[in-house]
């Protein structure tokens, strides 16, 4: 089987989903097999506000941003990703795709370690937080996705976890589909969202930087700002995992996979074939 390539589609407004799942199913149609995993960001702040449980996030002592998830937050998260999700193999089901949605819960696709404690920082100060249902991916089910994908199924993952203790757990997009683009062999990793790529000075777009080396990951998470650092640690992981290629790329274009696929955006280790990293 070809090496996969797994696509993050991006929870944040301004992603066109309707483009990126038209760009799918050209690249499905290919014959290259594909794994989607996205967020729902969006989709939960609403539903929250609309819940009269409105959406809180934690901002760890490093600057990482994270969404605070306590035992509601974490089901209104489930909805809301549900929803993405059937949303996503509608269209693709439209297009003539054959779309698999699961979460990561669903046969233990995703495992997860519970963060007991964590770390936020508040007025200056750092607070523990005790009771927060999020969890770091520990490992990702490859022999199910392979088994999926030799099926002839395009697999659509939320992300949702379970831990060792049977909980389930909100986990990050992009650390998880790092997770994933290892446990499949992935020879590419697309992380969508809705900037250009990761900036030097954001949020000018001007500031793009168009190629960073495996060995230069750890000085980017130095100037990356908010979720941008997720991704770049995202990035930095499926790159240790053995994938060659991490692509942070412009959700909101008209072809954004393909754009992606031709360096258009953020290129992480590996240049792309036929490409001298700028």
Not at 146 to 161: D, F, T
Not at 164 to 176: F, K, P, Q, S
Not at 227 to 233: P, S
Request: glycine share 14%; with cysteine.
């Amino acid at each position: 089987m070809t090496s996969p390539l797994v696509i993050k589609i991006g929870g944040a407004e301004g992603v066109d989903q309707q483009a990126l799942c038209h760009d799918l199913s050209a690249q499905w149609r290919s014959g290259r097999p594909l794994v989607v995993v996205h967020g729902g960001s969006a989709e939960t702040d609403a539903l929250a506000a609309a819940l009269g449980h409105p959406s809180r996030t934690l901002t760890a002592p490093s600057g990482h941003v994270s969404r605070y998830t306590d035992r509601r937050t974490l089901e209104i998260f489930a909805m809301a990703t549900a929803r993405v999700n059937r949303l996503l193999v509608e269209t693709l089901q439209g297009l003539g795709v054959n779309a698999l949605g699961l979460s990561g819960a669903d046969g233990r696709l995703l495992r997860a370690r519970r963060k007991e404690v964590q770390r936020s920082v508040e007025g200056g100060r750092v607070r523990l937080v005790r009771d927060d249902w999020t969890g770091t991916v520990t490992a990702a089910n490859g022999e199910l996705l392979h088994l999926l994908l030799e099926a002839g199924y395009l697999p659509v993952v939320a992300p949702l976890a379970i831990s060792d203790r049977g909980e389930l757990l909100n986990v990050d997009g992009d650390r998880a589909a790092a997770a994933v683009a290892g446990a499949v062999g992935a020879g590419t990793l697309l992380l969508l969202s809705n900037v250009a790529g990761l900036l030097r000075s954001y949020p000018d777009e001007g500031s793009l930087v168009g190629h960073v080396p495996a060995h230069g990951v750890e000085e980017a998470l130095g100037w990356a700002q908010g979720r941008m650092k997720r991704k770049v640690l995202g990035a930095g992981e499926a790159l240790a995992a053995g994938v060659p290629t991490v692509v942070i790329g412009d959700g909101r274009r008209a072809t954004p996979v393909g754009d992606a696929l031709a360096g258009r955006g953020t290129v992480l280790g590996a240049p792309l074939a036929g490409r001298v990293p700028a």
